[in-house]
């Protein structure tokens, strides 16, 4: 699409706040000249990805989540550590717990880096793999300083994206 066609189809939506996500936004090409002219245009913009590319040049309008990769993901080592360094004060960390092992080192990373005294940082259960009760036990056992997110796409049901 166009950057006409994809401000069109946004305006029709009616909404104000934009999320780029979906495999890794930062590996199309024109993604940062779209992320301008959706910031341009009075969008509040988000951008998930997953740390892996540089986020040195996202336009410091946008919130960007970073979603680190834990170990039972398979890729606990694409997390480019330079990331940390291009954060603010807006950017969010986000860790998908698929069990035990992922808990204790998504504590770990946060620990070396700092990350709770800096960041917002979110403890989301892997659907299907841990209840969000087990999570939210642990979360408040060890009084870590983390939010409980929900992966809210998991949850709900839009007739339009199921072809209803």
Known sequence: MTFEKILEVVEGHGAEYI?????????????????????????KVSLETS??????????????????KTPESGAANSFLLENVNFSNETTEYK???????????????????????KFTVLFSPSH??????WLAEQILQKKLKVRLHLQQHKYIWLPTTRGV
Do not use: M
């Open 128 to 133: 299907g793999q841990v209840s969000e009760q």
């Open 19 to 43: 999320c780029i996500t979906g495999g890794e936004p930062l590996l199309q090409k024109d993604i940062h000249k779209l992320i301008h002219i959706l910031c341009d245009a009075g969008y």
């Open 51 to 68: 740390g892996s590319k540089s986020i040195k040049d996202v336009d410091p309008r946008v919130k960007v989540i970073l979603d680190v």
């Open 95 to 117: 860790f998908v717990i698929s069990g035990q092992q992922d808990l204790d080192w998504s504590e770990n990373f946060c620990r070396q880096h700092d990350l709770s005294k």
